[in-house]
């Protein structure tokens, strides 16, 4: 059974680091893309990009070019969405998901169940 | 604002059908192929319905339905139930490479 399982509920206040994780079992880790899908409270959707395990290809939104960074570690098949510097309006629950077919980047069709990251002072 | 634009909302009676599209396909990328739409209930993670324009998942009711018109895709729900009331959202892909996710339409099932 293909499970994500994401690292639980964090409180940052702004200008902390943070890193969240995604743990991906019950498939062939490497040849998955993963990404990852913000959603700010009482918001839509939004893609932020995705990572190829295998060889760490990134592809990232514009809108989130430079502002996260998506890592991989395939050794313990985790991927990784890391902030330098937390900014309250990074509030949001974060999902990972990866798509049903290894050819694709695309239509995600396994969830995590969200992490919420909440930054306040 | 996302580049794909969705009704904000959209309600019908139960047995009746709806239908949402989704506009800025051509913006975007201009390949209906790549269209795929997921449902999120309040609370819960997204649930992908259609993919490659009109494709079911495993498991998803056949009362879903993909299709184009013109510029835009659309999902149809026919046969509407309550269990069927959620956000809805279009995803394509882009000339960048990256995808990018409609605003999203909220179905209410009077």
């Known amino acids: 059974e293909v499970q994500l399982v994401q690292s639980g509920a964090e409180v940052k206040k702004p200008g902390e680091s943070l890193k969240i994780s995604c743990k991906g079992s019950g498939y062939r880790f490497t040849t998955y893309w993963i990404g990852w899908v913000r959603q700010m409270p009482g918001k839509g959707l939004e893609w932020m990009g995705v990572?190829?395990?295998?060889?760490?290809?990134?592809r990232y939104s514009p809108s989130f070019q430079g502002q996260v960074t998506i890592s991989v570690d395939k050794s313990i098949n985790t991927a990784y969405l890391q902030w330098d510097s937390l900014k309250a309006s990074d509030t949001a629950m974060y999902y990972c998901a990866r798509p049903s077919d290894s050819d694709s980047s695309g239509p995600f069709d396994y969830w995590g169940q969200g992490t919420l990251v909440t930054v306040s002072s | 604002q996302s580049a794909l634009t969705q009704p904000a909302s959209v309600s019908g009676s139960p047995g009746q059908s709806i239908t949402i599209s989704c506009t800025g396909i051509?913006?975007?990328?201009?390949?209906?192929?790549?269209v795929s739409w997921y449902q999120q209930h309040p609370g819960k993670a997204p649930k992908l319905v259609i993919f490659?324009?009109?494709k079911r998942p495993s498991g998803v009711s056949n009362r879903f339905s993909g299709s184009k018109s013109g510029n835009a895709a659309s999902l149809t729900i026919s046969g509407l139930q309550a269990e069927d009331e959620a956000d809805y959202y279009c995803?394509?892909?882009?000339?960048?490479?990256?995808?990018?996710f409609g605003g999203g339409t909220t179905v209410t099932v009077l």
């Open positions: 995803k394509s892909f882009t000339s960048s490479n990256t995808w990018v």
């Open positions: 051509s913006s975007v990328f201009g390949t209906f192929y790549y």
């Open positions: 490659e324009g009109s």
């Open positions: 990572i190829y395990p295998d060889d760490s290809d990134t």
